[in-house]
């Protein structure tokens, strides 16, 4: 094969590669909305069990903050799905796999160490997956979704590495 040859060829196989990668992470509007709404739900109910379970005051007041902007969040993904007819799955479905999602944090003392660490993974996870959707999507309405909603969880990854670091 001549250099020509090769140089398209493995230029091609790069771009196919890209495209595939692409794709293999890019959802449908309807599949983040699903995904996204039961991650939330997840923190929602993560964060009420903290809430009841911890007595830390740094605790309470970051739960009272993921609880109010998870549950905005997820009632401004409903809207989305609504303007946008989309199918989405039953809220029971949404419930089953929000409580697949949810960490298994352990009684005890080590409550709210354990309840920090699992926030700051999950809202990274969360994190990640907004900038790719915001990304990858062409719709504009979760386009504007995620500017909304990145700031807020980057400041709940401040505030849960702060809490981390203090335990």
Avoid at 5 to 12: E, F, M, Q
């Amino acid at each position: 094969m001549s250099r020509m040859a090769t140089r398209l060829c493995t230029a091609g196989f790069a771009t196919l590669l890209g495209l595939f990668t692409h794709c293999a992470f890019a959802q449908s509007p309807a599949e983040f909305i699903n995904d996204a709404s039961a991650k939330g739900m997840a923190d929602i109910e993560a964060s009420r069990l903290a809430h009841q379970k911890t007595e830390s005051k740094e605790v309470k007041d970051y739960t009272i903050v993921v609880i109010n902007d998870r549950t905005t969040a997820n009632q401004h993904l409903a809207k989305i799905a609504k303007q946008l007819d989309l199918p989405v799955a039953p809220r029971e479905a949404v419930v089953d796999k929000a409580k697949a999602l949810m960490p298994q944090v352990p009684d005890g003392e080590s409550f709210d160490q354990a309840y920090a660490a699992s926030q700051v993974k999950t809202t990274q996870e969360a994190i990640d997956q907004l900038q790719q959707e915001a990304q990858a999507t062409d719709v504009p309405a979760i386009k504007a979704f995620a500017e909304e909603t990145l700031p807020k969880l980057q400041n709940h990854l401040q505030m849960a590495r702060a809490l981390q670091a203090g335990r």
